[in-house]
């Protein structure tokens, strides 16, 4: 059975930082899209981060280039979403997906099961 579980997530100040985990079990051997979506009240899904498992190519939504950082170990099966100079407009539930590299990170296999972020002005 694949498991993703996030945690990290919590209230912080506007220009605060937070790092997400995500601890992925039951994948089998393979080359997967790890992702990062968020989803805020009242507006779409929105993915963020897309890791690869098999080299660790990264992918980040303009709205945080430069801002929050998509990483792994996969010697822990652990995803990570460093999130910097934090702003109102990231406050919403955070969620890790994994979908088969062919797939990209569209969101279309797996999810967790969110963690909020809180960001106060």
């Known amino acids: 059975e694949v498991q993703l579980v996030e945690s990290g997530g919590g209230l912080v100040q506007a220009g605060g930082s937070l790092r997400l985990s995500c601890a992925v079990s039951?994948?089998?051997?393979?080359?997967?899209?790890i992702g990062w979506y968020r989803q805020a009240p009242g507006k779409e899904r929105e993915v963020v981060a897309c890791?690869?498992?098999?080299?660790?190519?990264?992918w980040h939504a303009n709205s945080v280039k430069g801002r929050f950082t998509v990483s792994g170990d996969n010697a822990k099966n652990m995803v990570y979403l460093q999130m910097n100079s934090l702003t109102p407009e990231d406050t919403a539930v955070y969620y890790c997906?994994?979908?088969?590299?062919?797939?990209?990170?569209?969101?279309?296999?797996?999810w967790g099961q969110g963690t909020q972020v809180t960001v106060s002005s």
């Open positions: 890791l690869r498992t098999i080299d660790s190519s990264y």
């Open positions: 997906t994994a979908d088969s590299w062919e797939n990209w990170c569209d969101g279309k296999d797996y």
């Open positions: 039951g994948l089998a051997d393979g080359d997967y899209g």
